[in-house]
């Protein structure tokens, strides 16, 4: 829902998938807002101006940019901090100045350090893909994810108020926490299964024979827990790097759950060794959406989806009228490694890829696993 803001002059330092897509959603909804923005590359400044998204078709100074009043840093985490410090002398009396990276303890000690807690609110947007850039940016992008805000101790009420409802009326879902507590749960459900997932690939790979028998019979169940483990290394030394206290604190904690069922198998203590796999199954079948099984084959698709009345209704009166029946359906709040905001899960893989056709043809964005 559009609601009445203060932010006239909205500038962006970085125009990526996030940065621009936050940008493409803000025109969408609000046209008459006069959006600026700066990148690393003149031909993306070139193509936003183009699609009417941003004012100016040349890069802009620091100075320019701190005469918004609303400001977002997109660019990576450590250009962000960067940025922060460089920006600092031009920011105009009352302006808000945000990020979206995926680690906060970092650039709140940079903004504390800086003297900008007054006017700096951390942001995440829990939504991204494995393209990247520009020219994959969406106004759609947002749609039904968690957006993630952090306040300094010195961040005025008001605006905070002003910039989680902005954050809602783009279509995400706000939440406000102390970044410290972001930073945690970020490693332990997002940081720690990518390491984990990383470290069992080069298992295989290390444990496996000449002839790949391991990486031969390694479909289904094993790919599936795996997946995310092809996701950008570049990122992922930089995550790792900028939250690395609080990754080590929760890996600690994982090595000790490993050596606690080691212990247990060890001692073919069958009761405790059904216990820790029972206490999992009730935890993740707890979870908004499930699947029936960490190695079962899931035959899935994601697409994207506009929130409005009768969206899900129409993908499934689409795939019904063809006899494709939905075995799982539900909405994505957490996409920062996932493409689509609807994910649907069909009965075999005939199913699905019919699905995919079918929802293409009807113009749908579909993604496939």
Known sequence: MKIAMSFEKIGFIGLGLIGGSIAKTLKRIYPEKKLYATSGHLSTVTEAYEDHTIENNTQLSLADIGDCDLIFLCTPVQQNLQYLKEIKPYLKE?????????????????AAREGLEHCFIGG???TGSEKTGYANATAYLLENAYYIITPTPLSPAGKVTELTELVRALGAIPMVLDYTEHDHATATISHLPHIVAAS?????????????TMKTIAAGGFRDITRIA?????????????????????MDRFSDQLAHIRAEIA????????????????????????KSG?????????CDLIDEAGG?????????????????????????????????????????????ELLRKYHYTVYER
Not at 94 to 110: M, R, Y
Not at 231 to 248: D, G
Request: with cysteine; net charge negative; glycine share 4%.
């Open 124 to 126: 995440h947007p829990m």
């Open 200 to 212: 069992l690939v080069n298992l295989v790979e290390q444990q496996d024979d000449e002839h790949e």
């Open 294 to 302: 960490p190695l079962k084959k899931v035959f899935e698709l994601y």
């Open 230 to 250: 092809s996701s950008s290394a570049v990122m992922w030394e930089s995550i790792c790097l900028s939250n690395r206290a609080q990754i080590l604190e929760i």
């Open 312 to 356: 899900i209704a129409t993908i499934a009166t689409i795939l019904a009228s063809n006899n494709l029946s939905i075995k799982n359906i539900g909405i994505i709040h957490n996409r920062e490694f996932e493409d689509g905001v609807l994910r649907l899960e069909m009965y075999d893989a005939d199913s699905l890829q019919k699905s995919v």
């Open 94 to 110: 009352g302006a808000v100045l945000t990020d979206v990276g995926s680690v906060k303890s970092d650039i709140h000690a940079a």
């Open 267 to 290: 001692d073919a203590d069958g009761s405790s060794i059904h216990g820790f796999f029972q206490s999992a199954k009730d935890y993740r079948d707890s979870l908004t959406i499930n």
